[in-house]
């Protein structure tokens, strides 16, 4: 069975631009969530999606925001982008809703603002 | 608002000894739910345990398992037989119960090296 998978890897933006990252979860699960890492603020988490419904919400701004599609696919865009929003951001799913399910993490996109 | 806090930025251990890493939350909430999560250098994160707050009995999971003291709201993993492979960092985490507004929270987490 196939893992997370999330494209691209590695991207490179300038501040300003809007970035959108895509997530394929595990083949049967329905829940994605989304995380942020980065040295200073570690891992932060960002939303959690389930049937196409946010279901929780971590304490980004606006500028963060996510979608899921039928399929159960994710996307997560970030608008305006700022230095501090490079990072390493990881997308896990789940079988069902609530992050108290295990998770299941993909590579993760490195995302780098000049 | 709740946190989690991993107060070892890095610790090692000689390979097949016993090494235990802390983890401390703070929570007004009687219901949640507790993890360690592994990520080994360049790979993927992956879940290595979890614990009900409602349940008193310690998690285990083959060599690894915890010590659970919800009083002192203390969450320490426990790794017996260390192997090269846990060579990573550990996160600890922590979820409550709160339906919607439910938030997984992280600790800053705690480089672990085992030594050949």
């Known amino acids: 069975k196939a893992g997370v998978t999330q494209t691209p890897r590695y991207l490179i933006k300038t501040r300003g631009q809007q970035v959108t990252l895509s997530c394929s979860p595990i083949?049967?699960?329905?829940?994605v969530s989304w995380y942020q890492q980065t040295p200073g603020q570690g891992l932060q988490f960002l939303f959690e999606?389930?049937?196409?419904?946010?279901?929780n919400k971590g304490n980004f701004p606006g500028r963060f925001s996510g979608r899921q599609f039928s399929n159960s696919r994710s996307e997560m865009n970030v608008s305006t982008l700022e230095l501090g929003d490079s990072a390493l951001y990881l997308c896990?799913?789940?079988?069902?809703?609530?992050?108290?399910?295990?998770?299941?993490f993909g590579d993760g996109t490195r995302l780098s603002i000049l | 608002a709740q946190t989690v806090t991993q107060s070892q930025p890095e610790m090692s251990v000689q390979e097949a000894e016993t090494v235990t890493l802390s983890c401390t939350y703070d929570?007004?909430?009687?219901?949640?739910?507790l993890f360690w999560y592994k990520q080994p250098p360049s790979r993927q994160m992956i879940l290595v345990i979890r614990?009900?707050?409602?349940?008193?009995q310690n998690a285990t999971e083959n060599r690894f398992s915890v010590n659970f003291q919800k009083a002192a709201k203390s969450f320490s993993l426990k790794i017996s037989d260390s192997q090269l492979g846990d060579t990573a960092m550990y996160f600890c985490?922590?979820?409550?119960?709160?339906?919607?507004?439910?938030?997984?929270?992280f600790g800053k987490g705690i480089t672990l090296s085992v030594r050949p």
């Open positions: 929570t007004s909430e009687s219901n949640y739910y």
């Open positions: 999606y389930f049937s196409e419904t946010q279901r």
């Open positions: 896990a799913s789940s079988l069902g809703s609530g992050l108290n399910q295990p998770q299941h």
């Open positions: 985490a922590f979820m409550t119960s709160s339906g919607a507004n439910s938030k997984l929270t």
């Open positions: 614990q009900e707050a409602y349940k008193q």
């Open positions: 083949s049967g699960h329905r829940s």
